[in-house]
């Protein structure tokens, strides 16, 4: 089964930006469609941007638009979210998540492989 984890989280200052990747084991079906979920602390976990497989297609959280941007390299099977403009709302566990379906997806069951998370902590 394809493992995938995250990196690049920490500690930002409001207003900062961090960079997340994650990495997948193997190029599998898993991973057609990537996505990026977060849970903030005493929340229930969120989503916050897909991605298709070749890219052409994203789409994003209402709370994320204009400031994250989400990419991804194939040929390194890696996955990668620009986060800009962070505010402490932005805290929490970010995790990867990937699916079969060639479609753009938000909900959380509709997602089947998952990395284990990354924490981004934004400091006021």
């Known amino acids: 089964q394809v493992q995938m984890v995250e990196s690049g989280g920490g500690l930002v200052q409001v207003g900062g930006s961090l960079k997340l990747a994650c990495a997948a084991s193997?190029?599998?079906?898993?991973?057609?469609?990537w996505a990026w979920f977060r849970q903030a602390p005493g929340k229930e976990r969120e989503f916050a941007a897909a991605?298709?497989?070749?890219?052409?297609?994203?789409i994003y959280a209402d709370s994320v638009k204009g400031r994250f941007t989400i990419s991804r390299d194939n040929k390194q099977n890696m996955m990668h979210l620009q986060m800009n403009s962070l505010n402490p709302e932005d805290t929490g566990v970010y995790y990867c998540?990937?699916?079969?379906?060639?479609?753009?997806?938000?909900?959380?069951?509709?997602?089947?492989?998952w990395g284990q998370g990354t924490q981004v902590t934004v400091s006021s």
């Open positions: 991605i298709t497989y070749n890219g052409g297609r994203t």
């Open positions: 998540a990937g699916r079969p379906a060639f479609t753009l997806a938000t909900l959380e069951s509709e997602y089947i492989t």
């Open positions: 193997e190029r599998t079906a898993n991973t057609n469609t």
